[in-house]
């Protein structure tokens, strides 16, 4: 168990999020970071997507930043949850992901490598 008991995931005031409430809706991880230009140009349209589907779709954002200030400022406003930036879980899920993958919703499938974005599946 990587939690240890603890809560992991935030919502973007800082508040802790029970990983139960996810049950039943689709989980995209996402792997971003405020100093990679794709995906300042990427996440906006992200969370727009997210929140036209947010009865069935929770994004959860994993910083690849290297700070949590930085991680901070680049989600305001864009309605992830996040994994708590000073949490081995956050760690060890970049350690773990090594590409990004989508699932576009014509059923084809973009496979693509990144060094920024460690890893992702979605449902667009």
């Not at 690849?64 to 930085?70: A, I």
């Not at 994994?83 to 993958?101: H, I, N, S």
């Not at 499938?109 to 974005?117: F, G, L, R, T, V």
Request: hydrophobic content about 45%; overall charge neutral; proline content about 3%.
């Amino acid at each position: 168990d990587l939690t240890n008991g603890c809560h992991v995931l935030e919502d973007e005031t800082g508040a802790p999020v029970d990983i139960a409430s996810l049950r039943g809706k689709l989980v995209a991880l996402y792997f971003s970071a405020s100093w990679c230009p794709p995906c300042r140009s990427f996440s906006p349209q992200l969370a727009q997507f997210a929140q036209r589907h947010a009865s069935d779709l929770v994004v959860v954002f994993v910083s690849c930043d290297h700070s949590q200030m930085s991680m901070e400022t680049f989600v305001k406003g864009k309605g992830f949850l996040r994994v708590r930036f000073d949490t081995t879980v956050r760690q060890a899920l970049m350690a773990a992901y090594k590409e990004v993958q989508f699932i576009c919703k014509d059923a084809d499938y973009i496979h693509a490598y990144s060094d920024y974005a460690r890893g992702a599946a979605f449902l667009l």
